[in-house]
Each structure stands twice: as structure tokens, then as C-alpha cells.
């Protein structure tokens, strides 16, 4: 839970940054790529990133606009990680304007239960880093490259000359 507006902010800008990167490396062709009936596809899971910032927030009382619900999936991957973009931009300026530290206690309706608004914070960004970790592996499946985010890729300890950690 985060009780200082700072202190979401700047883990909010480490980690969108880190699902923008790895949005960055979708291509179209791998947006639709099937691996099981029970796995979203990359392009279904990088939208459900994306339109839960405003579908969460719009429950607190801020608005974020722009992402229409009912839209499917782009066939862009550049369209997703630019409409990601805005609206990670649009959360941190609602969260700047309208709340206050002393604000992130108070309480709201969120699916049936009253969570502190520090509480539906941390819950986003945690939503994000385990719909993100599914990403990498099929990312890593469909072959396409995998940014670090806590530490280098495989690739990127190569663009090192360095061995791959085990």
C-alpha cells in the first residue's frame, strides 16, 4: 500500500517504463499468436495492461480517457504501446492533481470491497508485473526478444560478451 504520492510515482514511472519497453518489442504478427486455448494471446494480454489503468482509476473518481472498453484488440502493436503510453501518462497527471498523500487511506468501492486508494495503487502496478511476466514467456516462445527488467535478458547479457546467469 502506498501512503506518499511520490513514492507510487516513481515506481510507477520504473515500471511503466519497463512495460513499454517490452510492448516496444511486439511485432503485428506476434499480437495474434495462439499457444493454448487456455493462454491469452500477447496482443489480448499487452490491451488488458492497458485498459486497466483507466478501468481501475474511472472506480476511484479520476478519468482517465481515451481507451474505449468495448474495443478489441489492435492489429498495431505500435497502436497498444502508444495508447499504453497515454494512458500511463494520464494516471500519474489524475494521481498528481487529485490526490494527496493524506488522501491515499480514504477508501472506495473496488469489485464489491472498500480498498484504500494507496491499496488499489499497489494492486495496479502488481496487476501489471504479473500479466508482464506472462508476456516474456510467450514472447520468449514466439521467439521474439525479451528486455530485462530486474536484471538482463539473456540477450541483453550477450550484447554484453558476458554468460547468461543459470
Same mark, same amino acid.
Not at 35 to 53: E, Y
Not at 85 to 105: C, F, N, R
Not at 147 to 152: A, K
Given at each position: 500500500? *502506498?501512503?506518499?504520492?511520490? #513514492?507510487? +510515482? ?6 511503466? /517504463? ?5 510492448? @516496444? @518489442?511486439?511485432? #503485428?504478427?506476434?499480437? @495474434? +499468436? &495462439?499457444?493454448? /486455448? ?5 496482443? %489480448? ?19 482517465? &480517457? ?22 500511463? #501518462?494520464?494516471?500519474? #497527471? ?11 487511506? $480514504?477508501?472506495?468501492?473496488? *469489485? ?19 500479466? %508482464?511476466?506472462? !508476456?516474456?514467456?510467450? !514472447? ?10 530486474? $536484471? =538482463?535478458?539473456? &540477450? ?5 560478451? !558476458? =554468460?547468461?546467469?543459470?
Amino acid at each position: 500500500m *502506498y501512503y506518499k504520492i511520490e #513514492d507510487f +510515482k516513481s515506481d510507477w514511472a520504473y515500471e511503466s /517504463d519497463s512495460t513499454l519497453k517490452l510492448f @516496444n @518489442n511486439l511485432t #503485428d504478427k506476434s499480437l @495474434n +499468436k &495462439e499457444f493454448n /486455448d487456455n493462454v491469452r494471446t500477447l496482443g %489480448r494480454l499487452a490491451w488488458h495492461i492497458t485498459g486497466t489503468i483507466p478501468e481501475m482509476m474511472n472506480r476511484t473518481g479520476l478519468k482517465i &480517457e481515451g481507451f474505449d472498453e468495448s474495443s478489441s484488440v489492435p492489429e498495431s502493436a505500435k497502436i497498444i504501446a502508444s495508447t499504453y503510453k497515454k494512458m500511463s #501518462d494520464a494516471l500519474v #497527471d489524475e494521481v498528481s492533481k487529485k490526490w494527496k498523500d493524506e488522501s491515499l487511506p $480514504g477508501k472506495v468501492n473496488m *469489485y464489491g470491497e472498500e480498498w484504500e486508494k494507496g491499496k488499489i495503487l499497489s494492486v495496479l502496478i502488481v496487476h501489471q508485473i504479473h500479466h %508482464r511476466a506472462q !508476456m516474456t514467456v510467450l !514472447m520468449r516462445m514466439a521467439g521474439l526478444k525479451v528486455n530485462g527488467i530486474y $536484471g =538482463p535478458s539473456r &540477450e541483453e547479457w550477450a550484447e554484453m560478451k !558476458m =554468460p547468461a546467469q543459470e
